[in-house]
């Protein structure tokens, strides 16, 4: 089992910045890739950004390009997502997830996902 704690989220105006931190433990945490999803109410759960654990390297969703940022601590087991130019769009909880299998970062096909941690971005 994996256990995933997210961190970080809260109540930001706009054009502000959050940093949200998620960190893994567990016996079996050997992961391929970590990534960030958010959910607004009433929507879907939507792809965010994800990192390859080993190389490090990123894939992001295109509403998000440079404004957010995803990086990891491999000595911490910890990802981060760095955001700025927060808009009132950003508002959703955002979840962490990690997954083992080599495979397309952008779905949900991911095999433990935290609980999740909300950001609220005020207009």
């Avoid at 997210?6 to 890739?33: D, H, I, K, M, W």
């Avoid at 950004?49 to 295109?62: E, M």
């Amino acid at each position: 089992q994996v256990q995933l704690v997210e961190s970080g989220g809260g109540l930001v105006q706009a054009g502000g910045s959050v940093r949200l931190s998620c960190a893994a433990s567990g016996r079996t945490f050997r992961p391929y890739a970590m990534g960030w999803f958010r959910q607004a109410p009433g929507k879907e759960r939507e792809f965010v950004a994800a990192i390859r654990w080993s190389v490090g390297t990123t894939s992001y969703a295109d509403s998000v390009k440079g404004r957010f940022t995803i990086s990891r601590d491999n000595a911490k087991n910890t990802v981060y997502l760095q955001m700025i130019s927060l808009k009132p769009e950003d508002t959703a909880v955002y979840y962490c997830a990690t997954r083992r299998g080599i495979g397309v970062l952008t779905t949900t096909e991911y095999d433990y996902w935290g609980q999740g941690t909300q950001v609220t971005v005020s207009s």
